[in-house]
């Protein structure tokens, strides 16, 4: 069922991002995920099963909102009429408001990925947890204009935690996003190569959520590759819903 491919036309043409009507042949967004925050501590690796179906991926992007990249990741997706979620970095959120809200606008999810991108585990309790709240504040408030009580979505930056952040962002009606299809681009390598990577890695793996980084100039290369290879394979797209 491709029922939220109309909703994300409709969405897009609300907003200020690139409208596309989902044709035929646009792979489309089979059906939302949701997360329970007041249930679920956390998804993905390290973290009970998912239950997705055989082919169905959450796609997920890390490190933006990047003014030379994201607005080209955005406009992939909105051809596609596919949905995915955002973590962004609570400075380069402040920094770029407009165009976190332009994520907004294309009906994508939005999660926060800490406030300076440390590896929280190596700091102080006290501050890794300022860090984290900074950070989702920052998102919300760049993304939606103020922070909120709401439900939130949370990736640690290089997934470094401590069961004290774990159970302080579940406390803040949070829960952590983990991954377990991830073909490094962050390495920059070409996206070929990390094309290559991620064949494989589907081949072992037919459902999960998969993680890139919109941050990445050969992101932008990479995602079209992936997007055909998903169809070719009849897979899925699922949106990530915190509720």
Not at 11 to 31: E, F, I, K, M
Not at 86 to 91: H, Q, R, W
Not at 102 to 110: A, E, P, Q, S, T
Request: glycine share 8%; charged share 25%.
């Amino acid at each position: 069922m491709k029922a939220t491919a109309a909703f994300l036309s409709i969405v897009l043409l609300a907003g200020t991002a690139p409208a596309y009507a989902c044709g035929a042949d646009a792979l489309g967004t089979s059906r939302e995920f949701k997360v329970s925050t007041k249930d679920t501590a956390g998804i993905g690796h390290g973290y009970p099963s998912l239950g997705l179906a055989h082919g169905e991926i959450i796609l997920t992007f890390d490190d933006g909102p990047v003014p030379g990249t994201t607005p080209a990741i955005l406009d992939i997706l909105a051809k596609e009429c596919v949905r995915a979620t955002f973590f962004m970095i609570g400075k380069r959120a402040e920094a770029n408001s407009a165009l976190a809200k332009l994520v907004r606008d294309g009906g994508h999810m939005i999660g926060s990925h800490s406030y300076s991108h440390r590896e929280l585990n190596s700091l102080p309790a006290a501050e890794a947890r300022d860090d984290v709240l900074r950070g989702y504040e920052a998102v919300e408030r760049a993304v939606f204009g103020q922070s909120a009580d709401r439900p939130r979505l949370v990736r640690f930056p290089g997934f470094k935690s401590t069961p004290d952040l774990v159970s302080f962002v579940h406390d803040h009606h949070g829960a952590v996003v983990n991954t377990n299809i991830s073909p490094a681009d962050w390495r920059g390598d070409p996206a070929n190569v990390t094309f290559e990577r991620l064949r494989a890695l589907l081949d072992r793996q037919d459902r999960g959520i998969i993680l890139l980084h919109d941050a990445q100039p050969e992101t932008v290369k990479l995602l079209p590759m992936l997007l055909a290879e998903m169809k070719k394979r009849n897979m899925k797209v699922v949106a990530l819903v915190a509720e």
